[in-house]
C-alpha cells in the first residue's frame, strides 16, 4: 500500500514488519501525551495562580512554544527520535498550556474551561464523522487542509514578526471585529479538521506496517493538533469576550 503522505514515505524506507504499529498502541501514546501534557499545565496554571506569578507564565509559554516547535519539527523530520522526544514534547506543550492558559483566565474568567470544553466536544464529534465515513480523509480533502493550515501558519509567522519587530499587528484580522472573529473562527475549524489528518495518519501507518516506535509519532501529531485546537478556542472565546 502507497502513500503520499511524506513522513510515511520515509518510514517505508526501514519499516520492521515484525514490530509494526497497531491503531490502539497509536491510540495509547497519544492518551499518554496528552496525560503528561494536561498534568504538567495544570502544575503551571495553579501554581501561577496562587503565586500570581504572571513573569513565570510568561516564560512558561514561550519556554514551552519554542521548545515544542523544535522537537515537533525533529520528530517530523526524523520518526526514529519521536520515542525519544515524545515525552520531553508533552512536558513543553504542558508548560505552553499552563502558562497561556493562566494569563487568558487572569483577562477572561471562564475561558480556559470553555476551551477545554469545546475542545473535547469537537474532538468527539470529529472522531464520530471519521469512524463514521460521514468525512473522509480523501487526497482532495487533505490538500484543501493542509493548504489551509500552511497558510495560517504563514499569517501567524507574519504576526509574530510584526509584533517582535515593530510591535504592530497585521490590520482587521487580529482585532475585536467582526472579520477578527472570522478568522479566529475559520482557523478553529482548520484545527479541528486537522484531527482527521492524524486518525487517517494512524490508520495508513498501521495499514502499511509502520515500525512500533511510529506510534509515538502519531501521538505527537495528534498531540499538537489538540493543542491547537484548545487554543484556536481559547483566542476566539477571549476575542468574542472583549467584543
Known amino acids: ?12 524506507t526501514y519499516s520492521d514488519v515484525g514490530h509494526s504499529m497497531t491503531v490502539a498502541g497509536a491510540v495509547q501514546k497519544s492518551i499518554a501525551l496528552t496525560l503528561v501534557a494536561a498534568i504538567t499545565g495544570l502544575a503551571v496554571f495553579f501554581y501561577c495562580a496562587f503565586s500570581l506569578n504572571f513573569a513565570l507564565a510568561s516564560a512558561a509559554t514561550w519556554v514551552g512554544t519554542i521548545g ?28 505552553f498550556l499552563g502558562g497561556i492558559s493562566f494569563m487568558f483566565q487572569a483577562k477572561f474568567p471562564g475561558a480556559p474551561l470553555q476551551a477545554l470544553l ?26 484543501v487542509v493542509m493548504s489551509a493550515t500552511i497558510a495560517i501558519a504563514i499569517v501567524f509567522l507574519v504576526q509574530l514578526v510584526m509584533r517582535l519587530a515593530f510591535a504592530s499587528s497585521v490590520p482587521y484580522i487580529f482585532e475585536s471585529n467582526w472579520l477578527g472573529i472570522g478568522f479566529a473562527a475559520f482557523v478553529a475549524v482548520i484545527a479541528s479538521l486537522n484531527l482527521i489528518l492524524d486518525f487517517d495518519l494512524i490508520e495508513s501507518a498501521a495499514a502499511q506496517h509502520a515500525p512500533k516506535a ?8 495528534l498531540l499538537s493538533t489538540l493543542v491547537w485546537m484548545y487554543i484556536s478556542f481559547l483566542r476566539l472565546i477571549g476575542i468574542l469576550s472583549n467584543d
Open 118 to 143: 469545546a475542545t473535547f466536544v469537537t474532538t468527539l464529534v470529529m472522531f464520530g464523522l471519521y469512524k463514521f465515513q460521514i468525512i473522509r480523509a480523501t487526497e482532495k480533502f487533505k490538500a
Open 1 to 12: 500500500m502507497q502513500s503520499n503522505n511524506p513522513i510515511l514515505t520515509r518510514v517505508e
Open 68 to 95: 515544542g516547535l523544535i522537537l515537533a519539527l525533529v520528530a517530523t523530520f526524523k520518526p526514529n527520535t519521536a520515542q525519544t522526544l515524545a515525552i520531553p514534547y508533552a512536558l513543553f506543550e504542558g508548560a
Open 214 to 221: 511510529f506510534e509515538w509519532v502519531c501521538g505527537i501529531a
